[in-house]
């Protein structure tokens, strides 16, 4: 069974500080990697995508892929309040236009 | 992405009742999704709405409960039916734009109550 894992928290920074969202996934065949954003009482946004080994960036956040460790992270530098949020990290096979989504991380971020 | 509309936003309804919701893209689509989120949960995939033939649907859910249509390329909807308050959750239609891989995009979402 493929499963998408995430620690619920909640994670708390301080604002300005940077926020490091950690997943892992089951399946060595997940090729596609998104991480959404949900605020309360809204729907996922989707925040990053990332394919391949390494490191992605878009302003202030940064998606990493590790597929030997099967192992992405979602970091975000100068964190806001308006960041603080619940981080849905999904992961997607090869051919599969489904993902597994984890249940989420909560954030928080801190004046 | 695609832009994608929900209706009804909300709604509150009485146990033994049904509701559709409808979801509409402003755009053609590859693929249609109803996910169900209950609070404090993750999403969980209802089925795949299949454009012009019967849905998919994941296991523990069934086509009498949720019955579900697409009649084009740009629009959906899902039915919760003979509804119990173990149905009150947040209803979402994703979409995968025309052109794209496997990103989905997801719309604003129903919030059911079931009294």
């Known amino acids: 069974q493929k499963e998408v894992e995430q620690n619920s928290g909640p994670l708390s920074v301080p604002e300005g500080a940077i926020a490091s969202l950690n997943c892992t996934y089951s399946?060595?065949?997940?090729?596609?990697f998104f991480w959404y954003r949900q605020y309360s009482g809204k729907s996922p946004e989707l925040i990053m995508s990332i394919y391949s080994n390494g490191d992605k960036e878009d302003g202030r956040f940064t998606a990493q892929l590790n597929k030997a460790s099967q192992y992405v992270s979602l970091l975000i530098r100068d964190s806001q309040p308006s960041d603080s949020a619940t981080y849905l990290c999904?992961?997607?096979?090869?051919?599969?236009?489904?993902?597994?989504f984890g249940r989420g991380t909560s954030l928080i971020v801190h004046p | 992405s695609a832009v994608i509309s929900q209706k009804p936003s909300r709604d509150i309804c009485q146990r033994g009742t049904s509701l559709t919701i409808q979801c509409q893209v402003d755009?053609?689509?590859?693929?249609m999704f109803w996910y169900r989120q209950q609070p404090g949960q993750s999403l969980t995939l209802i089925a795949t709405a299949n454009q012009g033939s019967e849905a998919t649907y994941e296991s523990g859910f069934v086509i009498d409960k949720f019955p579900i249509s697409r009649p084009n390329l740009t629009f959906s909807t899902l039915t919760v039916s003979n509804m119990s308050p173990e149905d009150s959750s947040i209803y979402l239609c994703?979409?995968?734009?025309?052109?794209?891989?496997?990103?989905?995009?997801f719309g604003p979402g129903t919030r059911l109550t079931v009294l």
């Open positions: 399946d060595r065949g997940s090729q596609s």
């Open positions: 999904a992961a997607t096979s090869g051919g599969s236009y489904i993902p597994t």
């Open positions: 994703s979409v995968v734009p025309t052109g794209s891989t496997d990103t989905q995009y």
């Open positions: 755009s053609q689509v590859t693929m």
